[in-house]
């Protein structure tokens, strides 16, 4: 799951990526670097807050990252190729955990001919469209990461023109 903020709704948010892309690569650095502190920081706690369960935290919470450039921030969970100890990849997981899943049956024959039917998936909660902890989760951060960034570039570019006037 890969989430992204758009800047296009919003006059601050363009405001801060011309000012990242025409501020010196150092302070720009700066400003990536906080923020992505930060932000990650907050992201697992948002996410940790809405998991139910340990098999989501163990695959969205523990998974988060944010990655963060001039132009974006990128709000990731569950795309690990990391193995977890009961089995699984964490990204061959992730959806299941995030959107839930049908429940399957699986019919069996024996080398006896007899059939066998079992129910498959309990592991994972029902099916829901709009996600159950990473998308929730960034509903509610975003607009919170997005600030930070704002506020972030505005102080970093500040401060390096105090430093320069005197």
Same mark, same amino acid.
């Given at each position: 799951?890969?989430?992204?903020?758009?800047?296009?709704?919003?006059?601050?948010?363009?405001?801060?990526?011309?000012?990242?892309?025409?501020?010196?690569?150092?302070?720009?650095?700066?400003?990536?670097?906080?923020?992505?502190?930060?932000?990650?920081?907050?992201?697992?706690?948002?996410?940790?807050?809405?998991?139910?369960?340990?098999?989501?935290?163990?695959?969205?919470?523990?998974?988060? =990252?944010?990655? @963060?450039?001039? $132009?974006?921030? *990128?709000?990731?969970? #569950?795309?690990?190729?990391? +193995?977890?100890?009961?089995? %699984?990849?964490?990204?061959?997981?992730?959806?299941?955990?995030?959107?839930?899943?049908?429940?399957?049956?699986?019919? =069996?024959?024996? @080398?006896?001919? $007899?059939?066998? *039917?079992?129910?498959? #998936?309990?592991?994972?909660? +029902?099916?829901?469209?709009? %996600?159950?902890?990473?998308?929730?989760?960034?509903?509610?951060?975003?607009?919170?990461?997005?600030?930070?960034?704002?506020?972030?570039?505005?102080?970093?570019?500040?401060?390096?023109?105090?430093? #320069?006037?005197?």
């Amino acid at each position: 799951m890969g989430l992204s903020i758009s800047v296009w709704e919003s006059p601050a948010l363009q405001g801060t990526i011309l000012a990242l892309r025409g501020m010196d690569k150092e302070l720009a650095a700066q400003v990536r670097k906080a923020t992505k502190s930060v932000s990650e920081r907050e992201w697992k706690a948002e996410l940790a807050h809405s998991t139910d369960t340990r098999l989501e935290h163990r695959v969205l919470v523990d998974s988060a =990252k944010v990655a @963060t450039t001039n $132009t974006q921030i *990128t709000l990731r969970a #569950g795309q690990l190729a990391r +193995k977890l100890s009961g089995g %699984g990849a964490i990204r061959d997981l992730a959806a299941g955990t995030e959107f839930g899943m049908a429940p399957t049956r699986a019919v =069996k024959t024996s @080398t006896k001919g $007899t059939t066998y *039917t079992r129910k498959m #998936g309990p592991v994972f909660k +029902k099916r829901n469209r709009k %996600g159950y902890v990473g998308h929730p989760a960034a509903a509610h951060i975003i607009p919170n990461i997005a600030a930070l960034w704002v506020q972030t570039t505005v102080r970093t570019f500040h401060e390096a023109l105090e430093k #320069g006037a005197r």
